[in-house]
């Protein structure tokens, strides 16, 4: 019974984490209707600031944790003023999602750049020796969250529910338009819930520090747990996020307990999918119904430019000629990069389907690239299989996996379904380090043979290049050839207004999920070719941080124009090989550039070549 | 002969019955009319028909087949095509794209055909966009066809949907509120462009305020208050029917 209550009592001390975690989701999505994934990136902001100012300035522990709130606070409202609310009045809510992919990026790369990769430890505020209460055992860091947590809470809800300013908050959680029509400064209370957002995701980041080993990406890892939480209790309503944190937290402790700690990640995850799909507006839910015959039409998709016909034969044309000279040109670092960027391509042009053309966000591609990889690396290492039957095997399981999620999360719109498919890259992320007698565990697979084909092996990077570069134009050619006919045309009406899709016949379920398969077998294909062209493959090369990298390139470089993404995945491949002591700053890079381009080129690369060239209209925003 | 049998529907949101026990049939190739004021159930009705709202009571059939518990696309299937009270052209696509859309239930390569770039599917493609340049090119759209179709204005946009759910190849077309937008000369086409349509073999249900072109083009007028049908009748009737008389313009005047 002892054990109990004590597995209880580290239940609620984690549950109390993710509650702040929660919390802050919460905030900033009522008063803008996005979902803030940098929250996570916030903790670490505030407690890695906190540490510096206690041991290189020597403040005191108190003054250090309030001036590390302080400047998380500042940045968050730099963050704001710049990008998020500007990004709120023009950006559809799912390109906001992705805006939000690319802070909580750009704010682990500015960790990575300051502090380093290595793992920092911080001291307990009141020694390592915990409380003897009634023969239970209380860690005094756990005393130090809980109370954190709940003075939030107290402190949260009486300004929501009190004050002024809370009730202007509210106002524009309930009806902006109405609230801006009454004098409520909207952009105003956007910027002060997001900066509110992050002090409490730094407080949250102080208090919890001691608790966990803390590093660069220890922000994803909170903002994936804190949203879990949320997703579970419900968006929309504080204490359904409170619940939901002391949930997952107790079902975690109880999970690690009494199973296992490798599983208690891959329950909490399952918890997710069946709260996603069996009431996706959480356990507690505060939403307004709406009709289902009026359009949302507050942000409008913008309209693609495109090269005229001939115009882009041409084009087409002489990238194939330097794609044929390239490696004739290029020294083998060039030459290996480009065989990345060409095989992460491949990836892409599903992922554009299904992003670009279809609207659906997939925040999980690299969960298949990662179902291809390992199981055609598997059959060709330990059962000698011919690779080909490998990729063709890991494409089929691909596509079965993506027809059972797509089968379970196609009731979810939106959101739902991008968070759906993120649960599911972090489950196949917490499968690739479980199942070490498969995959290697997270030390990865060693020995893949060379990729070959009826006894002709591709062995030099040479071949393995002229290969991927013969896969990529036939698969480009073919799914151009798709989107410029009717199912190209499907997708796009299924994007902006599924109903009135259906109303004209259009089969709205078929479509996504032929979109959604299309995108899975691209990517396994994708998976597999990288763990031929590496012989090695690690659960980090085709992990969550795999599939933001690949939301970041499409979106930088155009999404819907399908060869767009080239530029993305060339930019974020090549540049890093070509300037080697700047690689550190790669995950900065590439966080910048995702959000920044989500604002202020919204068509990417391949929009801005298209409105340089001579002779083009400039496109108009629809 | 009718096409579609409306019987003893009934909705109500709440409290609020906006469909109370509607029924009214409409004979094959005939174009119906359904008036009434603001908030008389008109859309609410369409709603019902095309089943984006389940009815609590009543049955809709079309040639003999019951399209209560249907989804959208399978109404869509049987030749039952409606537009929208608020234009929705799909934004982020060209006009033209958009016509071509409405194409979409009648394709004859699947994806299968458009991924290998089969010369059938390209074929297809081709006639398919000739046609519906020559369907924007009736009502005055074809030079725009390249233009984003959220860039017309109002009007045109309600246009270019009546043009494309034509792509579809409806037997059953239901327009909601086609002319509200359009000025004189628009209307006027529209006119036009319904009776062409008709002349076609397409039976035509169209909710309308506009009352000289409803008066104009209907064989049927369906009148609603409230939730409830209060008229029937030819244009003729209709006009002189006192209790539309006295729904429009208040007791008095009756």
């Keep these: 019974m002892t054990q109990f209550i004590q597995i209880i009592i580290g239940g609620i001390q984690q549950g109390s984490i993710y509650a702040l975690l929660a919390l802050g989701f919460s905030l900033v999505y009522r008063v803008t209707g996005v979902i803030n994934l940098a929250q996570g990136a916030f903790c670490t902001l505030g407690a890695l600031t906190a540490y510096s100012l206690e041991t290189s300035v020597g403040l ?23 990008l998020f609310v500007p990004g709120l009045a023009r950006l559809t809510n799912s390109n906001m999602l992705m805006m939000t992919a690319g802070l909580l990026t750009l704010f682990e790369g500015l960790v990575l750049v300051i502090w380093g990769s290595q793992p920092y430890a911080m001291p307990p505020f009141s020694g390592e020796k915990p409380w003897r209460v009634a023969g239970l055992l209380l860690p005094t860091q756990g005393v130090w969250v809980f109370g954190v947590t709940l003075a939030i809470i107290v402190a949260l809800g009486w300004m929501l529910a009190r004050t002024r300013l809370g009730q202007s908050l509210r106002a524009c959680s309930e009806n902006p338009t109405a609230a801006r029509l009454m004098g409520v400064d909207v952009p105003r209370m956007q910027l002060f819930a997001f900066a509110l957002a992050g002090a409490i995701g730094a407080a949250a980041g102080v208090v919890v520090a001691p608790a966990i080993a803390l590093q660069f990406d220890t922000g994803r890892l909170l903002t994936i747990s804190g949203f879990i939480a949320v997703a579970i209790g419900g968006i929309a309503s504080f204490p359904g996020a409170i619940a939901g944190g002391l949930l997952l937290g107790l079902v975690g402790q109880l999970a690690t307990a009494y199973v296992s700690s490798l599983f208690s990640n891959a329950l909490a995850l399952g918890l997710l999918l069946i709260v996603l799909v069996w009431r996706p507006s959480g356990l507690i839910r505060a939403k307004l119904a709406r009709r289902s015959d009026v359009r949302d039409e507050a942000r409008v998709w913008m309209h693609v430019s495109r090269l005229p016909s001939a115009m882009a034969w041409r084009g087409g044309g002489l990238l194939i000629c330097l794609g044929l000279a390239a490696p004739f040109l290029l020294g083998q670092a060039l030459l290996g990069a480009l065989i990345i960027t060409l095989i992460l391509f491949i990836a892409l042009i599903g992922q554009d389907v299904l992003m670009g053309y279809g609207g659906q966000i997939s925040l999980g591609q690299a969960g298949f690239m990662a179902i291809g990889g390992y ?8 059962h000698a299989w011919a690779p080909i039957a490998g990729v063709v095997a890991g494409m089929g399981l691909s596509v079965a996996c993506a027809i059972v999620l797509a089968a379970v999360t196609l009731r979810l719109r939106g959101l739902y379904m991008a968070l759906a498919t993120l649960a599911f890259g972090l489950l196949i992320d917490s499968c690739a380090i479980g199942f070490d007698d498969i995959t290697g565990g997270p030390s990865g ?14 062995a030099t990077p040479m071949r393995m290049y002229f290969l991927v570069l013969a896969l990529v134009v036939l698969i480009f050619v073919a799914v151009a050839g798709a989107m410029r006919s009717g199912f190209g045309r499907a997708l796009q009406a299924i994007r902006t207004d599924p109903l009135a899709a259906a109303a004209l016949g259009v089969n709205v379920v078929g479509c996504k999920m032929a979109a959604f398969a299309l995108s899975a077998t691209l990517a396994s294909l994708a998976g597999s070719l990288y763990a031929f062209q590496f012989h090695f493959l690690s659960p980090d090369m085709v992990g969550t941080p795999r599939s933001l990298e690949l939301v970041s390139m499409l979106v930088i470089g155009g999404e819907g124009t399908l060869i767009g993404p080239l530029l993305g995945a060339a930019v974020l ?3 890093p090989t070509v300037f080697q002591p700047l690689a550190i700053y790669k995950t900065l890079a590439s966080g910048a550039l995702l959000a920044g381009c989500s604002l202020y080129l919204p068509q990417g690369m391949f929009g801005l070549i298209v409105r340089l060239l001579p002779g083009q209209k400039r496109p108009i925003a629809a | 002969m009718s096409t579609l049998e409306v019987v003893g529907l009934r909705k109500s949101f709440g409290g609020l019955l906006a469909t109370a026990d509607v029924s009214f049939s409409v004979a094959a190739h005939s174009l119906t009319a359904l008036i009434g004021p603001n908030g008389a159930g008109k859309t609410t009705l369409f709603n019902l028909i095309t089943n984006l709202f389940a009815a609590d009571a009543g049955t809709v059939t079309f040639d003999g087949v019951a399209l209560g518990g249907l989804s959208s696309s399978a109404i869509a299937k049987l030749g039952v095509i409606r537009t929208f009270q608020t234009a929705r052209v799909f934004p982020g696509m060209t006009v033209l794209e958009n016509v071509l859309a409405g194409r979409h239930r009648l394709l004859p390569h699947g994806l299968a055909a458009q991924l290998t770039w089969m010369p059938y599917a390209r074929r297809a493609e081709r006639a398919l966009a000739q046609r519906a340049l020559a369907l924007l090119d009736l009502v005055g759209l074809a030079d725009q066809a390249d233009s984003p179709a959220t860039q017309l204005p109002m009007g045109a946009q309600k246009l270019l949907e009546v ?14 509120e086609p002319a509200a937008g359009l000025n004189d000369t628009e209307t006027a086409e529209l006119s036009a462009l319904l009776r062409a349509i008709q002349a076609c073999g397409v039976t035509i249900v169209v909710v309308e305020h506009n009352m000289s072109l409803v008066m104009g083009i209907a064989d049927q007028i369906v009148v609603l208050e409230a939730g409830r049908m ?12 006192p209790r539309v008389i006295e729904a429009y313009l208040g007791a008095e005047a009756a």
Excluded: H, K, W
């Design chain 1, 375 to 382: 199981t055609a690396a598997y059959l060709a290492t330990e």
């Design chain 2, 163 to 176: 043009i494309r759910a034509l792509m579809a190849q409806p037997r059953l077309l239901l327009l909601d």
């Design chain 1, 573 to 575: 491949t090549i540049l």
């Design chain 1, 445 to 458: 697979m060693v020995g893949i043979p060379d990729f070959s084909v009826a006894g002709f092996a591709f």
């Design chain 1, 60 to 82: 005191p522990p108190l003054l250090a944790a309030l001036g590390a709130i302080l400047a998380t606070t500042a940045l968050a409202a730099v963050a704001g003023r710049a």
């Design chain 2, 230 to 241: 209060i008229a029937t009748g030819t244009p003729a009737a209709i006009q002189c029917n």
